[in-house]
């Protein structure tokens, strides 16, 4: 069973900036797209950002554009980043890391392996 952790949410101000980790099982290293999925309060979980398996081809949604950069680390394929910036209240929520054997894709149905959550709370 793959595995995924992530660490590094928290409460931050308007305006700030937040970045979190998932580490992945090593089942997972170069044979997975992962991505970033995050629940706001009430809403569905939704896309974040991406990273293709086969080409490191990264992807965002709309609102993650610009502010958002998802990463790989460097001396390992185990881990990805999201680095975010200028946080507002609407980024609050519990950002999950997901993978698939298939390709980056926004629906989250499509990751049968997912991560605890990391909060993230953004004051105004």
């Known amino acids: 069973q793959a595995q995924l952790v992530e660490s590094g949410g928290g409460l931050v101000q308007a305006g700030g900036s937040r970045r979190l980790s998932c580490t992945a099982s090593?089942?997972?290293?170069?044979?997975?797209?992962m991505a970033w999925f995050r629940r706001a309060p009430g809403k569905d979980r939704e896309f974040v950002a991406g990273?293709?398996?086969?080409?490191?081809?990264?992807?965002y949604a709309d609102s993650a554009k610009g502010r958002f950069t998802l990463s790989r680390a460097n001396t390992n394929y185990t881990t990805i980043y999201l680095q975010m910036n200028s946080l507002t209240p609407e980024d609050t929520g519990v950002y999950y890391c997901?993978?698939?054997?298939?390709?980056?894709?926004?629906?989250?149905?499509?990751?049968?392996?997912w991560g605890a959550g990391t909060q993230v709370t953004v004051a105004s």
């Open positions: 997901a993978a698939n054997r298939c390709d980056v894709n926004p629906d989250p149905a499509q990751y049968p392996h």
């Open positions: 090593a089942r997972i290293v170069g044979n997975y797209a």
């Open positions: 990273v293709s398996r086969k080409n490191n081809a990264t992807s």
